[in-house]
């Protein structure tokens, strides 16, 4: 299942978070309707029956880098 990708970075010499911007996880799977292996013949009423309509949930990562945030390093300069 397709999904949206979410990662906070958080820097531990600061303790500040930067959110990147959400990334498109894509599946292989040519049943889900968000997949770039749907095929564009599948539509309506069909393709709400036979495929999947919906994302799963985001995936979360919050990893903690042990440095400055960008903005603490360039005022460190």
Not at 1 to 24: A, I
Not at 46 to 67: G, V
Request: aromatic content about 10%; charged content about 15%; proline content about 10%.
């Amino acid at each position: 299942m397709c999904c949206l990708r979410q990662v906070r970075n958080v820097y531990t010499k600061c303790g500040h978070g930067v959110t990147l911007p959400d990334e498109m996880i894509n599946c292989e799977n040519s049943k889900c309707r968000w997949s770039p292996f749907h095929p564009a013949t599948c539509t309506p009423p069909n393709c709400l029956r036979t495929c999947k309509q919906y994302k799963t949930f985001p995936q979360q990562y919050s990893p903690q880098i042990d440095a400055f945030c960008p903005a603490c390093a360039r005022q460190q300069q």
